[in-house]
């Protein structure tokens, strides 16, 4: 059986395929998830100086 490989190079062919394909959905998986902790990042540090400003002012009313 081995011997032939008419016979099993199909199979493995078909297994290379089945892998490749869950590697491409696992690496979109990762970038999606990337992207929305990219996006988490973006929008807490985009928060900061509005938050310091905030602070600066209420300091500022105190004084």
Same mark, same amino acid.
């Given at each position: 059986?081995?011997?032939n490989? /008419?016979?099993?190079?199909? @199979?493995? &062919?078909?297994?290379?395929?089945e @892998?490749? $394909? ?9 970038? &999606? @998830?990337?992207? /929305?902790?990219?996006?988490? @990042?973006?929008?807490?540090?985009? $928060?900061l100086?509005?938050?310091e400003?905030?602070?600066? $002012?209420?300091?500022? $009313?105190?004084?």
């Amino acid at each position: 059986m081995y011997e032939n490989s /008419v016979y099993y190079e199909p @199979i493995l &062919a078909g297994e290379a395929r089945e @892998i490749a $394909k869950m590697l491409m959905e696992l690496q979109a998986e990762k970038e &999606a @998830i990337l992207a /929305v902790e990219a996006a988490a @990042i973006a929008k807490a540090l985009s $928060k900061l100086p509005t938050e310091e400003a905030e602070l600066g $002012k209420a300091e500022s $009313k105190e004084g």
